[in-house]
T-cell receptor, first 116, second 112 residues
Framework: DTEVTQTPKHLVMGMTNKKSLKCEQH?????MYWYKQKAKKPPELMFV???????INESVPSRFSPECPNSSLLNLHLHALQPEDSALYLC???????????????FGEGSRLTVL | KNQVEQSPQSLIILEGKNCTLQ??????????LRWYKQDTGRGPVSLTI?????NTKSNGRYTATLDADTKQSSLHITASQLSDSASYIC???????????FGAGTTVTVRA
């Protein structure tokens, strides 16, 4: 079983709604990621937090707002989304690079988002 | 242009048969290569990881190979089972800045 927990597993929202996706890990990892994955496509990186600070934002629209309240939690706040934002949103975490080979990602099960 | 190309895009095999998936990459400098298995609607799970000096790595019925000179990797599935039906994604990590490059994946369908 994955040690990265995402909630909710499924979310349906309208274009005017405000919702949040949540991600939690207790492995002591200090880097956490949000990926967006469309059907039959590889995951696309959205945000990276390193030691609770936003280190990478891959030009994601402002209707997606990440938040890292502490080293174990990562949120993705959603507001005024478009139908094309419907996708599987994956959270991942990774340990400090010196402990394992770089790029080691532990993924959550994902949150399936549908925007009506 | 994607730096990681996988083939075939999809394949169908009968239960009990073997299959081989291919991954070619241009990522440089190279750090490591991972194969992930992703069940439909679920998050990817790591199967194997190989560094520059490793030629082969096994995980149960999954065996990955790496030729760092030609920048090619393969994933071999032996005696396939219905539970092997999934997408298999090749991910290459770039040295220095640890950037990850994802392949588009190969969708494997195992039929009884």
């Amino acid at each position: 079983d994955t040690e990265v927990t995402q909630t909710p597993k499924h979310l349906v929202m309208g274009m005017t709604n405000k919702k949040s996706l949540k991600c939690e890990q207790h492995m002591g990892h200090r880097a956490m990621y949000w990926y967006k994955q469309k059907a039959k496509k590889p995951p696309e990186l959205m945000f990276v937090y390193s030691y609770e600070k936003l280190s990478i934002n891959e030009s994601v629209p402002s209707r997606f707002s990440p938040e890292c309240p502490n080293s174990s939690l990562l949120n993705l706040h959603l507001h005024a989304l478009q139908p094309e934002d419907s996708a599987l949103y994956l959270c991942a975490s990774s340990p400090p690079a010196q402990r394992l080979l770089p790029g080691e990602l532990f993924f959550g099960e994902g949150s399936r988002l549908t925007v009506l | 242009k994607n730096q990681v190309e996988q083939s075939p895009q999809s394949l169908i095999i009968l239960e009990g048969k073997n299959c081989t998936l291919q991954c070619n990459y241009t990522v440089s400098p190279f750090s490591n290569l991972r194969w992930y298995k992703q069940d439909t609607g679920r998050g990817p799970v790591s199967l194997t990881i190989m560094t520059f000096s490793e030629n082969t790595k096994s995980n149960g019925r999954y065996t990955a190979t790496l030729d760092a000179d030609t920048k090619q990797s393969s994933l071999h599935i032996t005696a396939s089972q219905l539970s092997d039906s999934a997408s298999y994604i090749c991910v290459v990590t770039e040295a220095n800045d640890y950037k990850l490059s994802f392949g588009a994946g190969t969708t494997v369908t195992v039929r009884a």
